[in-house]
C-alpha cells in the first residue's frame, strides 16, 4: 500500500509506534504535573501554555487532551456539564400535601427526597438523600451508577430512623420516584404520599437547598477516582452534617443538636 501511494514505509511504522506510545511518557507525567501545579484549575487550552512558556515543553493541545483523559484530569472550568435527559414525569393525581409548608414539622413527620449526580472517574454518578423537614437532618441516603427506583430503595433501607414513624413522603415528579417497589414501602409502612406540581422546583425547596449545599461544600473542589471513595467520604460529610454544621433555619443549631434540644 505505501508503494502504491508512494511514501516510505518508515512513515507508517512511525504513526503505529507513536499511537503505542506509552501512557507514562515524559509529556504525560509533564502534563499531570502541571495540571496538579496548577490546582487542578487549567484545561488543555491553558496547560498547553503553560508547559510551552514555563517548561519549554511543546505539544498540541490534541494530545494534552487526550493525556487528560486517559488520566481523568478534569478542569474546575471545563469538567463536563451534566446532559439533562427529558424523563416522563409522573402524572398521577397525587396532591402536594406539603404545600410548600416546610417548617414547624414534628420529628419524623415529614421526609422529603431528592436526586443529583456527582462526577465519578469522568462518569455521572447518583445520589439520593432522605431529609426530615423536623430538622433538615440527612437521614438517609444512597450513592450508585444507575438512576432509578432502586437508589430510592436503598435510601429507605439504609435510613437510621423508623420509617412507620414518617407521615409523608413528599418528592418532584420524577419518574425514579414511580415504581411499584417505592409503593410497596409506602403502603407498607402507612406513608402517605406527596408530589409537587409538574416543573415547579419550589415545591421541593428543601431538598433542592440541600443539594445546593452539597454541590457546594462536598463536591465543588474535589475529585472522585472511584464510587468507593465518594461513598467514604460522603458519609463523613453527612456525620459532619447532621452533628456539626451551624444551620440558619434552626437557629445556628446542628441537625442533631436542635433535636437533642427540643426533646428536652
Known amino acids: 500500500m505505501c508503494a502504491a501511494l508512494e511514501i516510505s514505509r518508515s512513515i507508517y511504522y512511525y504513526e503505529v509506534k507513536r499511537a503505542k506510545r506509552s501512557k507514562t511518557d515524559s509529556l504525560t507525567a509533564a502534563v499531570i ?24 515543553i511543546r505539544a498540541s493541545r490534541r494530545r494534552i487532551r487526550r493525556i487528560m483523559k486517559e488520566n481523568n484530569l478534569f478542569s474546575a472550568y471545563t469538567v463536563k456539564k451534566f446532559k439533562v435527559y427529558k424523563d416522563d414525569v409522573n402524572r398521577d393525581p397525587i396532591a402536594n400535601v406539603i404545600d410548600r409548608q416546610f417548617d ?14 456527582i462526577n465519578v472517574a469522568g462518569n455521572w454518578n447518583y445520589l439520593c438523600i432522605l431529609i426530615d423537614l423536623f430538622n433538615r437532618e440527612i437521614v438517609g441516603y444512597s450513592i450508585g451508577i444507575h438512576k432509578g427506583s432502586s437508589l430510592v430503595q436503598k435510601a429507605f433501607m ?9 407521615q409523608v413522603f413528599h418528592t418532584d415528579r420524577g419518574s425514579e420516584f414511580k415504581n411499584e417497589i417505592i409503593d410497596a414501602i409506602l403502603q407498607g409502612f402507612k406513608i402517605r404520599r406527596s408530589l409537587s406540581k409538574p416543573g415547579c422546583p419550589y415545591d421541593n425547596a428543601v431538598a433542592e437547598t440541600t443539594y445546593k449545599t452539597i454541590k457546594t461544600e462536598f463536591v465543588r473542589g474535589r475529585r472522585f477516582d472511584s464510587i468507593e471513595q465518594l461513598e467514604r467520604e460522603f458519609f463523613d460529610y ?27
Open 238 to 264: 453527612v456525620n459532619w452534617y447532621n452533628k456539626v454544621r451551624l444551620h440558619g433555619a434552626l437557629g445556628y443549631q446542628s441537625p442533631v443538636q436542635y433535636r437533642l434540644s427540643m426533646s428536652m
Open 158 to 166: 439504609n435510613s437510621n430512623i423508623p420509617l412507620c414513624d414518617i
Open 33 to 56: 504535573s502541571a495540571f496538579e501545579e496548577n490546582k487542578g484549575n487549567y484545561g488543555a487550552k491553558k496547560l498547553r501554555r503553560f508547559l510551552l512558556q514555563e517548561k519549554g
Open 104 to 117: 414547624d414539622r414534628k420529628l419524623h413527620e415529614a421526609v422529603v427526597s431528592d436526586l443529583t449526580y
